[in-house]
């Protein structure tokens, strides 16, 4: 089932928006991890090594002040003494609250084990000297700096065992923020190529069938009415599509109808026109009587319309069987060069009369080669072209004619400097029928057939005929035919 254009664009969108979302959704995963990280580093770690400096400080205080107070005896260094142990608990008690029940109680118990037995040897000490009985001072201030090394030991790797974890942490970081770098990076990259080739497949399964569909229309714009539009495309596009071969079909069916139409017309009319010419030329000729110079004067007149109308009914008939493909072409190798001098050369007492200067750069049969042609079609073809030429270009004007060879292809073209065709008559110039706007004045009026028959020649020979001009500054019209 072929989604529509509303489906496509609506399915694109949200698989951009899914596409860019996990991206969002893993850097926010990735910064999560990273915020836990540092919490532990500022809320933990630090927090512990900031406490074990203030043990060591509140230590040393109480074994400067215990040491003070047995030499001296002054109350007041006891009582700092007593100060600094409650601190010591203190700190003790945070740094537990912090570490809460980890791997690093172990390391705790030793330190508040060993500075209960230093607690225990000054305090039997301080009681000795407050009650004045001897003891072995030596030995006590032996036992009391092991155990205040051992505390000082025990704090010394609880700071390196977390400021180890601090630099393991750190490294850690580190790589985790290079990973999710990495991994954005290639993450963004991978979605927005995919993005990119999802918008352009997106995008061209539209605009290739519209590209198509536009140059159906031109192609019925020019008379072409074939109905094989057949695309892979959105619902719409191509019921659309659907549409317009319905349309070139009805629309094949009336040229049909008009063409036959017009055929038989002019089969029926040759006959009367045939007849009434005959009748025309013998009253001329004084076959009923007498003729007054002004009798004979309307029957020229009559004779000449006459043998327009006949030329007319024989080139719509001749156009007729051309598109019908009735029309026989005789092909042999023929020089162009030398068709389009003859053409030249035919017309150049029209030419003379209006002044017109005509420049030629006709190719010669070494520079240009011969072509399989019907000459007298060409011929035809070419003195349409060169007429229409004339015909346009105003007095004291120039015409060029060219014969080149173009890679596989043999090009005929004709420039002039008349008033050049309009925007609207470009896409119809080649239509039967079709009077170009901005005939000279003066001109007859012709039957709008000649480039019909220009373009039907040359695409029997498997050519192209077209036309470059801007309004006011001249035509150019161009055939190709292959080598």
Not at 153 to 163: C, G, M, P, V
Not at 206 to 225: A, H, Q
Not at 255 to 276: C, N, Q, V, W, Y
């Amino acid at each position: 089932m072929r989604l529509s254009i509303f489906s496509r664009l609506f399915a694109g969108y949200i698989a951009v928006i899914l596409i860019f979302g996990g991206i969002t959704a893993y850097s926010v995963y990735a910064l999560h991890q990273l915020n836990g990280e540092v919490n532990i580093l500022f809320n933990r770690d630090e927090r512990v090594i900031e406490a074990k400096d203030k043990l060591v400080d509140s230590l040393l205080s109480q074994v400067r002040s215990a040491r003070k107070f047995v030499i001296t005896g002054d109350v007041a260094l006891l009582e700092q003494m007593i100060s600094g142990q409650k601190d010591f608990d203190k700190y003790i008690e945070q740094v537990s609250s912090i570490v809460g029940a980890g791997e690093n109680r172990d390391p705790l118990a030793r330190i508040q084990s060993h500075y209960a037995e230093y607690t225990s040897l000054v305090n039997k000490e301080i009681e000795f000297v407050r009650i004045g009985q001897p003891y072995d001072k030596l030995d006590y201030r032996h036992k009391e700096g092991q155990a205040v090394e051992r505390v000082m030991q025990d704090l010394k790797k609880l700071e390196t065992y977390y400021r180890q974890d601090i630099q393991r942490r750190l490294t850690g970081i580190r790589q985790t923020t290079g990973v999710a770098q990495r991994m954005s990076f290639t993450l963004f990259s991978a979605a927005l190529l995919l993005v990119i080739i999802g918008v352009f497949m997106n995008t061209r399964g539209i605009t290739k069938p519209l590209k198509v569909l536009m140059y159906k229309t031109k192609e019925i714009s020019r008379g072409v009415f074939k109905a094989d539009l057949d695309i892979a495309s959105p619902r719409e596009i191509s019921e659309l599509a659907g549409a317009l071969n319905r349309m070139c079909e009805k629309l094949q069916e009336v040229d049909s109808m008009k063409s036959g139409f017009f055929a038989t017309m002019s089969h029926e009319l040759r006959t009367p026109l045939a007849s009434i010419k005959q009748g025309i030329t013998l009253l001329r000729e004084h076959g009923a009587g007498p003729v007054t110079e002004k009798q004979k004067r309307l029957f020229t007149i009559l004779t000449e319309e006459t043998n327009r109308l006949i030329e007319i009914v024989n080139s719509f008939l001749e156009l007729s069987k051309m598109e019908a493909g009735m029309m026989p072409f005789t092909l042999k190798e023929e020089n162009l060069p030398y068709l389009v001098r003859r053409v030249l050369k035919e017309m150049t007492p029209l030419v003379e009369a209006k002044k017109i200067d005509m420049e030629t750069d006709i190719g010669d049969e070494k520079e240009v080669p011969l072509l399989k042609l019907d000459r007298e079609r060409i011929l035809q073809a070419v003195r349409n072209l060169v007429g229409n030429a004339v015909k346009f270009t105003p007095q004291n004007g120039s015409i060029a004619v060219r014969v080149y060879s173009a890679g596989t292809t043999v090009r005929f073209s004709i420039k002039d400097t008349g008033p050049g065709v309009s925007r609207e008559d470009l896409e119809t110039i080649f239509e039967k029928f079709h009077q170009v706007r901005g005939q000279p004045p003066g001109s007859l009026k012709g039957t709008g057939l000649g480039l019909a028959f220009v373009k039907q020649i040359i695409t029997a020979h498997g050519g192209k005929v077209w036309v470059e001009s801007e309004e006011g500054k001249g035509s150019t019209f161009i055939f190709s035919l292959p080598s």
